[in-house]
């Protein structure tokens, strides 16, 4: 079973431009995240998606990211215009729907977006 | 609001030594508590998890943590490491009823050999 996969792993960016960051989750997943981590600084909540509605986007930092989730599958995170602060690493994780049991709480991660806004 | 301490940024050990990593949390309602890690160009990777029952649970590769919930601490243990075992390792929790993570700053163990 393939896992979690992020496209590209990598992004250089200058500010004021746009990048589009891809996540495909493991097949059959309902529920789908994406979580920051800047520099030095813990990994943190974006926000999260079951199928294709989104759930809880509290923790989006401001207009500038927009998230979707095309038919309930891969999912894109869409940064304009990019600023320096926004370079960090950016995961995705996904999960199974609820199932009645706790171990569908475990979310699986992604290797991450590394990008970098210069 | 729920938080995740990790007292230590880095922990260096020599290989086969014990190694303790350091989580405290704080929640005013139950959490389900975690430990993942992420090995070099890596994602996050579940070593273990603590849900309900028995306070200490182990995980995978030789690693267990004991939940405690008087001191509202989850610390990470493994008798003798291995150089394989350089990594960062997350603490996080999850409450109940809720789905998002909320993760420590991550701890870096630097094993020497």
């Known amino acids: 079973e393939a896992g979690v996969t992020q496209f590209p792993s990598h992004s250089v960016i200058e500010k004021g431009q746009t990048v589009t960051l891809r996540c495909d989750p493991i097949?059959?997943?309902?529920?789908l995240y994406w979580y920051r981590r800047v520099m030095g600084k813990e990994i943190k909540f974006l926000l999260h998606f079951v199928k294709e509605s989104k759930q809880d986007e509290s923790g989006m930092p401001n207009n500038r990211f927009l998230a979707e989730r095309t038919g309930g599958t891969y999912s894109t995170l869409k940064v304009q215009p990019a600023e320096l602060e926004d370079s960090g690493v950016y995961f995705c994780?996904?999960?199974?729907?609820?199932?009645?049991?706790?171990?569908?709480?475990?979310?699986?991660f992604g290797p991450g977006t590394r990008l970098t806004v210069t | 609001a729920q938080s995740v301490t990790q007292l230590d940024s880095q922990v260096p050990v020599f290989e086969e030594a014990p190694v303790e990593l350091r989580c405290n949390y704080s929640?005013?309602?139950?959490?389900?508590l975690f430990w993942y890690v992420q090995y070099p160009n890596q994602g996050l990777q579940l070593l273990l998890k603590?849900?309900?029952?028995?306070?200490l649970v182990k995980g995978i590769n030789g690693f267990e943590a004991e939940f405690n919930k008087s001191q509202t601490s989850f610390h990470l243990r493994k008798p003798s490491v291995h150089i394989s075992d350089t990594a960062e390792y997350f603490c996080?929790?999850?409450?109940?009823?809720?789905?998002?993570?909320?993760f420590g700053q991550g701890t870096r163990l630097t094993i020497n050999p």
């Open positions: 929640s005013s309602v139950s959490v389900y």
């Open positions: 996080a929790l999850r409450t109940q009823g809720a789905q998002k993570l909320v």
């Open positions: 603590y849900l309900s029952g028995s306070t």
């Open positions: 994780a996904s999960s199974p729907g609820w199932r009645g049991a706790p171990s569908s709480y475990e979310q699986y």
């Open positions: 097949s059959g997943h309902d529920n």
